[in-house]
């Protein structure tokens, strides 16, 4: 008796403490929260071959405005840009973001998002209590929630008939071994088949059980998320959650072994694994509920969306909180843009600059490392920003509802064997099938052509400068080709540079754009300024001098002839 009643006291004691410490761990959660909102993560490490499986696997054309392609997003450094902005609480959030991102949907869709943004701004109780509901979902295997409502799904296997066979052959040897214990040496033969069967099985749907395994958390999280009104109020229908939850009760032997965090994990994933294993479980029930998980495939992806949108918009909320200079996006369906202190959210003490097109687009001339490429990426990071997140950093701005393409960051192709210039051929076409369409679009290009000769990529940018140029769109393009200036002048493109000043044999750039031309270059001061022989520095300012004057009577002419 005694015995009985130290084990009721012990495991009393283990309950007490387990209830304590949770709540301890519950205490410090919400102090963490609170104390990190409004600051990036501490995360130096991303995941992007995780964090975009979702854009990847589930992106569709359906009630899309625009996919941001891959160039676009290599060239505006985006990937840098998101690990800024992520805020997010649960992996399926960060999916999400990712994929909003990179999805350019409609404009009520937009002010919608931009409306639940301000909820959590305003609301610091609710956010909270959200924000601990998501933490249940920060584990890296809610990544591969996803996996189970894709569209290729997991091929059921043809030897089913089999594991359920050698399923009963396990339960019999050992129930005829209650009669003769002869019969449970018949097991063993049985469990090291079944091995080979569950490990053989294990491999090809692991990252589906994994995704299995977060359901029963996602569905609860998102079930909690919806009880509060405020959130409620933002979706006309949540009856997935009720279609979801027809099915938890088939995965529950799952779900529970991929929830063992704690210290007796390890062996309780023992017994757990020797008991799937002798019985074969893992096949027959993951075959038996797979045709009711793809019956229910749009009920996971609307669970999915509802939990990604509503850790988004916290994100968002965060990044606004801690970024006291940023606007909401104003549209006009007029070819203008309005950019009032704009500046970059990666770049530190960042220049503000402030930019009005009007029924014209824009060529950004100037010297070495003055900020031409910096601003045009600046603009465009804040028009996705803009019409997918719905605020951006500058005090002001507004643009057309464009899509945006761009042409930036190109390199030889060595592996297929394509030149700087041929890549370049490529992706501009692109933009100028795009160009066709009759939505207005942006499009952004850096330095064209530069992989060829002078006169030649000077007639054939001029060329395709003004065919860009059509209709609505706005082209954004910055060159060291000063000729071009004069050659777009008269095709509605104005005129802006940046420049530099030199202090103490230093160059000092103010980062500040402004109306016209440049006056001179910095290239060769540059060389001065590293001490290149003198020699070098007196021929090439007598040679570019004498360039100068010949361009001025002849080249203009000449390219204006081949144009």
Not at 158 to 176: C, E, G, M, Q
Not at 314 to 337: D, M, R, W
Not at 439 to 454: A, R, V
Not at 511 to 518: E, L, N, R, S
């Amino acid at each position: 008796m005694n015995w009985i009643l130290g084990t009721v006291l012990v495991l009393t004691v283990i309950y007490l403490v387990s209830i304590r410490l949770k709540k301890a761990r519950k205490k410090a959660a919400r102090n963490a929260l609170i104390e990190d909102w409004g600051k990036p993560k501490n995360e130096k490490y991303l995941d992007f071959d995780l964090i975009d499986q979702f854009f990847k696997n589930h992106r569709s054309p359906k009630n899309v405005f625009q996919i941001i392609s891959d160039n676009t997003w290599v060239d505006l450094d985006m990937n840098e840009v998101f690990t800024f902005l992520d805020r997010t609480t649960s992996k399926i959030g960060q999916q999400y973001l990712y994929y909003k991102l990179r999805t350019i949907t409609g404009i009520s869709d937009l002010e919608r998002f931009g409306k639940l943004t301000e909820v959590f701004k305003s609301d610091h109780s609710l956010r909270v209590k959200c924000q601990l509901e998501l933490s249940k979902l920060s584990s890296n295997k809610a990544y591969y929630f996803e996996e189970i409502f894709r569209a290729q799904r997991v091929e059921k296997s043809d030897k089913i008939w089999l594991f359920r066979f050698l399923s009963i052959a396990a339960i019999s040897s050992i129930i005829l071994s209650f009669f003769n214990p002869s019969w449970f040496l018949l097991l063993i033969p049985i469990f090291f088949i079944n091995l080979v069967f569950h490990y053989k099985n294990k491999a090809s749907i692991q990252l589906y059980l994994n995704g299995v395994g977060q359901l029963a958390t996602s569905y609860h999280v998102a079930r909690n998320l919806s009880s509060s009104e405020e959130i409620r109020s933002f979706y006309e229908d949540l009856n997935y959650l009720k279609n979801v939850r027809s099915i938890l009760s088939k995965i529950r032997f799952i779900e529970w072994e991929k929830k063992l965090d704690s210290e007796y994990a390890l062996l309780f994933w023992f017994i757990s694994e020797i008991i799937k294993i002798t019985f074969n479980l893992e096949p027959i029930l993951f075959y038996s509920f797979q045709k009711s998980l793809e019956n229910k495939e749009e009920d996971l992806k609307e669970l999915f969306l509802f939990i990604g949108e509503i850790d988004s918009a916290i994100s968002c909320a965060s990044v606004q909180t801690n970024n006291s200079k940023y606007c909401k996006p104003g549209f006009t369906s007029k070819k203008e843009v309005f950019a009032e202190e704009i500046y970059h959210p990666l770049i530190e003490s960042c220049i503000p600059n402030s930019l009005i097109l009007e029924n014209r687009s824009l060529l950004l001339t100037g010297s070495n490392m003055s900020g031409k490429t910096t601003f045009i990426r600046t603009f465009s990071v804040n028009a996705i920003l803009g019409q997918t997140l719905n605020f951006c950093f500058a005090k002001k701005l507004e643009t057309p509802f464009f899509k945006i393409y761009s042409s930036i960051r190109i390199s030889d192709d060595l592996i297929n064997n394509t030149s700087y210039y041929l890549e370049e051929v490529v992706r501009i076409k692109e933009l100028i099938d795009a160009s066709k369409e009759k939505n207005s679009c942006l499009f952004i290009l850096d330095e064209l052509f530069k992989g060829t000769n002078t006169v030649e990529r000077i007639a054939a940018g001029k060329s395709i400068l003004s065919y860009l140029n059509k209709r609505d769109h706005i082209v954004m393009v910055s060159t060291h080709d000063l000729e071009l200036t004069d050659l777009l002048k008269q095709e509605n493109f104005d005129l802006y540079h940046f420049s530099e000043t030199i202090e103490n044999d230093q160059l000092i750039f103010d980062h500040k754009i402004k109306p016209g031309k440049p006056k001179s270059g910095n290239a060769i001061k540059i060389l001065e300024l590293y001490d290149y022989p003198l020699e070098i520095i007196d021929h090439s300012k007598s040679s570019s001098k004498k360039t100068i004057a010949k361009n001025d009577s002849s080249q203009i002419t000449d390219i204006t002839k081949k144009v």
